[in-house]
């Protein structure tokens, strides 16, 4: 699939902000089909995450709900690990990884690509973006 992005969306305990990539997804759908597919890896999150998950499938099209997909990791393997599953998963020549808590938008990103290069990598202008327990936990890695 040429020129075709596969996107890889890892997970874990997310129901507060899992929304966010749903709405993301859905607005990103109406403006472009570049993406082939949507690969949710589920790191054994025990809130309401799943159910969220197949609500929003649940009211897409039946075309664009062929494009998302789920699979549930046996046990918490850590985002890692869990990334790399998605990676390996993936059908299309290209992949683009997007955190499950909202904090990154498709359009940002897909903007940007350029099917020239092999890999492009992309960095935050700011971390003032992030919600404040998230900048602690940078600070402290």
């Known amino acids: 699939m040429k020129n075709r992005i596969s996107v890889v969306i890892p997970f874990f305990n997310e129901d507060k902000e899992i929304s966010k ?9 109406k403006k472009s089909k570049i993406i082939n ?3 949710f ?10 159910k969220l ?3 929003f499938k649940k009211i897409l ?6 494009k998302v997909r789920l699979f549930k990791n046996k046990k ?3 985002w890692s690990k869990s990334l790399l599953k998605g990676y390996s998963l993936a059908k299309s020549q290209y992949i683009l990884y997007i955190p499950g808590d909202g904090e990154a938008k498709l359009c940002q990103f897909l903007k940007k ?7 492009v990598i ?3 202008k700011s971390m003032n973006t992030r919600p404040i327990i998230r900048r602690i936990i940078s600070k402290i890695y």
């Open 21 to 29: 990539v749903f709405k993301d997804i859905v607005k990103f759908e």
């Open 37 to 39: 597919e949507y690969i």
């Open 41 to 50: 890896i589920d790191d054994c999150s025990t809130d309401k995450s799943l």
């Open 53 to 55: 998950f197949y609500s």
């Open 61 to 66: 099209s039946p075309n664009f709900r062929k």
């Open 76 to 78: 918490n393997l850590g």
């Open 113 to 119: 690509i350029n099917f020239q290069y092999d890999l």
């Open 122 to 124: 992309f960095q935050r």
